[in-house]
């Protein structure tokens, strides 16, 4: 990654939030980590097309961040034929919205990934020339061949890895599902492009598979969305290049230490969305774990962390982890420390301390079984288990009115008639347009944050 100066970091704070008291041989603890970053995103990026110059955007100036956008060209794409029109519309609207002096490519992706634009290995610097360029190449892409989206993304890693900035970020669009390569190649391509590029995948129309399209957005921590309507994609491209362009550092990572006896039982993300890292641990010395963040600008997450303690007897009291907020030095040299906070543990014989669950917790707890229970009851929907759906679906809606999750609450009353929300007695609904369902299943991890 490039060199970059302190200032242009943005600042970064951690508040925990935890009820610190257990029970005495009380063991589980449990705290959510705010993670606010500040003072970057748009506030530090190089400009608009058009807009005045700062010095990232002077000639001969390294550009700051590289996208490649890696659009679908299979002969599914066109049918209906106005699909590969929208995809091409849309592709050069994030184009238009590229910012003077971000590296760009386009990529066609079937069963080969081949260069759209500016060819020869190379990525281009966004001005208006180049733009132009890029949406005049636009025009002769067509649709035919088959769908191996590794290829793409080794295509796109090849790409970003000749760019030397600090933030590098794929937008993958598929509308069918990986046929010409095995999951094992997929997965392969996933392992070799992790931590080497963050990447939003989305999916246009209805065919294809949600689970592949939220796994590579899994894996490169971005977002995964549906597009039912291709009409509606030159919209969402615009969205997703103006969030990339927010983006002012990269390869930030939650480092978690623990004192010796301290058991780490996991580590998710829960706000905006709710992203397991617990598998995804490089040590980072003695005790000490990093678990990878993604790209930063302007924003606010939360984390869940629960750790198992020595169990201990009343009044005493110990640091069961210490939260870090790092980023690794360029140079080679000790990674730098951005914010830290801590995770306590007391014993208590006072039962109203000790037994208090804390609002953020609960909350979060909350959130991550509503998604679980919607992916489990979309399984047993699809594999015949009405009984076991009806179950689950309607324990989702009871979690979704409970943590006020409204945009959740209205995708599952798409796929089921709630008779009452409170209490999660639900009916299953004859019939459920596939785009609908296919929604639930791709929003089901995104989660709504404490209300006030």
């Known amino acids: 990654m490039a060199n970059f100066s302190k200032s242009s970091v943005p600042q970064f704070s951690v508040d925990v939030y935890q009820n610190e008291y257990l029970p005495e041989g009380g063991r589980e603890v449990n705290a959510i980590v705010t993670v606010t970053a500040t003072g970057g995103g748009t506030s530090g990026g190089v400009p608009l097309a058009g807009a005045s110059a700062s010095p990232s955007s002077i000639p001969g100036r390294a550009p700051s961040a590289a996208v490649v956008i890696m659009v679908d060209c299979s002969g599914s794409m066109e049918y209906p034929p106005t699909k590969m029109r929208h995809a091409r519309d849309a592709t050069a609207a994030a184009v238009d919205t590229l910012r003077d002096g971000m590296a760009f490519a386009v990529v066609a992706g079937t069963h080969v990934a081949k260069e759209v634009y500016p060819g020869g290995g190379r990525l281009a610097t966004a001005d208006a020339r180049t733009r132009a360029e890029a949406k005049e190449a636009l025009r002769r892409l067509s649709a035919g061949g088959g769908t191996a989206i590794g290829t793409w993304l080794t295509l796109a890693d090849g790409l970003l890895a ?31 492009c992790a931590g080497r590029f963050t990447c939003d995948a989305r999916g246009v129309g209805t065919d294809w598979e949600v689970k592949e399209v939220t796994g590579i957005a899994s894996a490169l921590l971005g977002t995964a969305d549906i597009v039912a309507d291709p009409a509606g994609l030159a919209a969402d491209f615009t969205r997703m290049m103006e969030h990339a362009m927010g983006k002012e550092v990269a ?81 080679g040299g000790a990674p730098v420390s951005l914010s830290q906070g801590l995770v306590r543990a007391v014993w208590t014989d006072d039962m109203a301390a000790s037994t208090s669950i804390n609002p953020q917790v609960a909350h979060y707890t909350g959130q991550a079984e509503l998604a679980q229970a919607i992916q489990q009851g979309l399984d ?65 991890t995104k989660t709504v944050r404490v209300k006030k």
């Open 251 to 331: 390869d930030v990572a939650l480092r978690l230490w623990t004192p010796v006896g301290v058991e780490i039982v996991f580590v998710k993300q829960v706000a905006p969305a709710v992203e397991d890292l617990t598998h995804r641990r490089t040590e980072a010395g003695p005790r000490s774990g990093d678990y990878p963040t993604g790209s930063w600008g302007d924003e606010s997450r939360d984390y869940h962390l629960c750790v198992r303690v020595p169990e201990a007897g009343v009044g005493q009291e110990m640091l069961a982890a210490r939260v870090s907020l790092v980023l690794p030095d360029p140079a």
């Open 380 to 444: 047993a929907r699809k594999s015949g288990d009405f009984g076991g759906a009806t179950a689950k679906l309607g324990r989702a809606v009871q979690l979704a009115a409970a943590s006020g999750n409204a945009d959740t609450a209205k995708l599952l009353s798409k796929v089921v008639d709630v008779v009452d929300a409170a209490t999660g007695t639900v009916r299953l609904k004859a019939k459920v347009a596939e785009a609908d369902e296919m929604t639930l299943e791709t929003r089901s």
């Open 162 to 192: 000749s760019a030397d900035v600090p933030i590098r970020h794929g937008i993958l669009l598929t509308d069918g599902r990986n046929e010409h390569e095995s999951p094992q190649d997929l997965r392969a391509a996933l392992d070799a």
